[in-house]
């Protein structure tokens, strides 16, 4: 198992209101390593290691998108465990992951009626295929659109931008596109509450994702 733990913000300086979401991985994973990205480690990772991308990370519109990205290529190149840093932890996150090379659970909230589709608020990547060939053809998702919906105004269009370029509509079609059938775990392992308040006591979760929505307000994209 790859006990490394990998946390995204932009300029590396975690706001005090996600500090307890932070210190909750750390406290339930005491035998792993963390490490907090900025966006600027992301960019040089990317160019060091994965320069093919680096124009299309370069040209996205919305930083939320380069931060979106960049989760697929630290856990390509370092393996671990990514997660959002609005997800609280009440729990070590391995009897979930069970000695498998890849942990994806399922996104909460549909995007499209009937649809399911994979966060990409939190997975764990142990020399998987899956992240390593997501890493060789995001380029080629990024150049097609395979989202043939239509958005029904200019929010909505710039929302599913970020969601299919690199947030779990892209993940969902990479998924879809490979024929891949490994397990996509229940989201309610993480989403079953909307604050950690109230699954403070329910022992058949591992934590809570918040939703903060940082990188969007309701009529456009802010990050």
């Known amino acids: 198992m790859k006990k490394n733990l990998h946390q995204i913000w932009d300029n590396g300086i975690l706001p005090d209101k996600y500090k307890i979401n932070q210190q909750s991985l750390i406290d339930n994973h005491k035998d792993w390593n963390y490490k907090l990205w900025n966006i600027d480690e992301c960019r040089e990772l990317i160019k060091e290691k994965y320069n093919y991308f680096l124009d299309t990370f370069d040209n996205y519109e919305y930083k939320i998108q380069r931060i979106d990205a960049s989760k697929f290529f630290i856990l390509d190149a370092y393996n671990g465990l990514y997660c959002d840093t609005d997800i609280f932890f009440f729990k070590n996150i391995e009897t979930l992951i069970n000695n498998e090379n890849i942990l994806l659970l399922k996104e909460s909230d549909s995007f499209y009626k009937g649809e399911e589709f994979i966060t990409n608020s939190i997975f764990y990547n142990n020399n998987s295929i899956f992240f390593n060939k997501l890493c060789k053809q995001i380029k080629y998702f990024n ?81």
């Open 143 to 223: 150049l097609i659109d395979r989202n043939n919906r239509i958005a029904q105004n200019q929010w909505q269009t710039d929302i599913i931008n970020v969601l299919t370029k690199a947030g779990p509509i892209l993940l969902s079609n990479f998924y879809k596109a490979n024929n891949f059938n490994f397990e996509i775990k229940s989201c309610l392992f993480f989403e079953k509450y909307r604050k950690k308040e109230e699954g403070k006591d329910d022992n058949t979760i591992y934590g809570v994702h918040e939703y903060s929505n940082s990188w969007f307000d309701k009529d456009k994209v802010l990050l």
